[in-house]
């Protein structure tokens, strides 16, 4: 496993030290790497989150609007 000296400002400490609290930690690096598995689920995977996928399936039983060329497109769209 990977091993990094990092410094960190106060704020960044405390948070750590809060989030090694609440699940009891032994140690600093397993708080880290518990945010990092909360921010990578909410930031890297956005597409696998029921919600979105519940507002995908929305998407898809919408009617499509037919556009046909680009200067309809402009004419829809910016009121030209």
Do not use: F, T
């Amino acid at each position: 496993m990977p091993k990094a000296i990092v410094e960190l400002d106060e704020r960044a400490n405390r948070v750590i030290n809060i989030v090694k609290a609440k699940y009891g930690m032994r140690d600093k690096g397993e708080a880290i790497n518990k945010i990092a598995e909360e921010y990578g689920e909410e930031m890297l995977e956005p597409k696998l989150r029921p919600e979105w996928v519940e507002k995908m399936k929305k998407v898809m039983k919408e009617k499509a609007i037919k556009i046909g060329n680009v200067k309809n497109l402009r004419k829809r769209y910016e009121g030209k």
